[in-house]
């Protein structure tokens, strides 16, 4: 084998464990995870109690604003699936709160202002995207809008204390998508197989933080 074959081996080596490992995938599979358990719960119970709209809606306003680009169909293909999952099933889940299941929806307890998060998000974006463009202004703006996504949920939950398995197990694996991505950032700084950008690292940190609690008291039961 020459040298120029190796070294053509060991770029397509590197490139790949710069893209995946261990923990990018189980950050992956949890998120999967938390939305197949809502929708299950959604639609074998015929209901969307304890459910929050605002936060439903924010994310389905996250994942517009991050994938919705140029490199939508950028290879793998394994991604691609993911993003249309993603933007199918939040735009699933908002039209069967808002019509279908509407009844059951808890409009009186759910009174988050979702446009507080959806506003204040555009500064922060501003001055934290990693280069002056519209394409990394939306990706820096889906990452602040997420991080805080789950307020209205959380909300919810303390208002009706209605902390059934429905959105018990659903805020649990979002949680630990998050976590697992913060240990896939680390990882990669700590084997030199790529890096994030501080916007990122910022708004992963506070998503965790935000999360914390609730992680601490589902570990509890």
């Not at 304890?50 to 991050?66: M, N, P």
């Not at 922060?124 to 990452?143: E, G, H, N, V």
Request: hydrophobic share 50%; glycine share 2%; proline share 3%.
């Amino acid at each position: 084998m020459s040298d120029t074959t190796k070294k053509q081996l060991n770029e397509v080596c590197l490139y790949k464990k710069m893209m995946w490992n261990i923990f990018r995938y189980l950050a992956d599979f949890s998120h999967l995870i938390s939305v197949v358990i809502l929708l299950h719960k959604m639609l074998k119970k015929r209901s969307c109690s304890g459910v929050s709209l605002k936060t439903q809606f924010l994310y389905l306003v996250v994942f517009i604003a991050r994938y919705v680009n140029s490199s939508f169909f950028r290879p793998p293909v394994y991604n691609i699936i993911f993003k249309m999952f993603y933007i199918f099933s939040a735009a699933l889940i908002c039209f069967l709160m808002w019509k279908p299941l509407n009844q059951t929806y808890d409009k009186r307890h759910d009174t988050f202002r979702a446009s507080i998060i959806i506003v204040f998000a555009i500064v922060p974006s501003y001055f934290s995207m990693p280069y002056k463009t519209w394409a990394y202004f939306f990706f820096a703006y889906s990452l602040w809008v997420e991080c805080l996504a789950i307020i209205p949920q959380l909300m919810l939950i303390g208002r009706t204390m209605k902390f059934d398995v429905l959105n018990r197990d659903y805020v649990f694996f979002l949680s630990i998508y998050r976590l697992f991505y913060l240990l896939n950032w680390i990882y990669k700084m700590v084997t030199e197989t790529g890096t994030t950008p501080k916007v990122v690292w910022i708004t992963g940190i506070i998503q965790t933080l935000v999360y914390s609690d609730f992680i601490y008291e589902y570990l509890k039961l």
